[in-house]
Nanobody, 115 residues
Framework: QVQLEESGGGLVQPGGSLRLSCAASRIIFSTYRMGWYRQAPGKQREMVAVITISGSTNYGDSVKGRFTISRDKDKNTMYLQMNSLNSDDTAVYYC?????????WGQGTQVTVSS
C-alpha cells in the first residue's frame, strides 16, 4: 500500500522558518508529479508548490519567494522549505503524488504561525 508521510510541522513565530518533509513508500517520487497543498480552517485546500517529473516547479502566489519545493531522489523524499512565515501560512499541509489516474495524499502536518 502506498503511503505518504509528512513531518516537520509545528509552532513557529512570525518571520520564522520550517522545513516539511514527505517520505514515500511503494512509489518512486521522481516518476510522479509531486506537490504540497494546505488547508486552513474554513478555507478550501490550495496548492502551495508543485514539482514535475522533469523537476520544474510552480508556486502559489502567496508563497512565491518564500517557499521552496525540492526532492531527494536517493531518499525518495520531498521537502518544503518555508521562510518568512506569517499567520496566513497557518494550515494543515499535505503532500500529494499524482501520475496518470493514480493519486495519493499524506495525512497532513499542522503548521501554526503565532507569537
Amino acid at each position: 500500500q502506498v503511503q505518504l508521510e509528512e513531518s516537520g510541522g509545528g509552532l513557529v513565530q512570525p518571520g520564522g522558518s520550517l522545513r516539511l518533509s514527505c517520505a514515500a513508500s511503494r512509489i518512486i517520487f521522481s516518476t510522479y508529479r509531486m506537490g504540497w497543498y494546505r488547508q486552513a480552517p474554513g478555507k478550501q485546500r490550495e496548492m502551495v508548490a508543485v514539482i514535475t517529473i522533469s523537476g520544474s516547479t510552480n508556486y502559489g502566489d502567496s508563497v512565491k519567494g518564500r517557499f521552496t519545493i525540492s526532492r531527494d531522489k536517493d531518499k525518495n523524499t520531498m521537502y518544503l522549505q518555508m521562510n518568512s512565515l506569517n499567520s496566513d501560512d497557518t494550515a494543515v499541509y499535505y503532500c500529494r503524488a499524482i501520475r496518470f489516474n493514480s493519486e495519493y495524499w499524506g495525512q497532513g502536518t499542522q503548521v501554526t504561525v503565532s507569537s
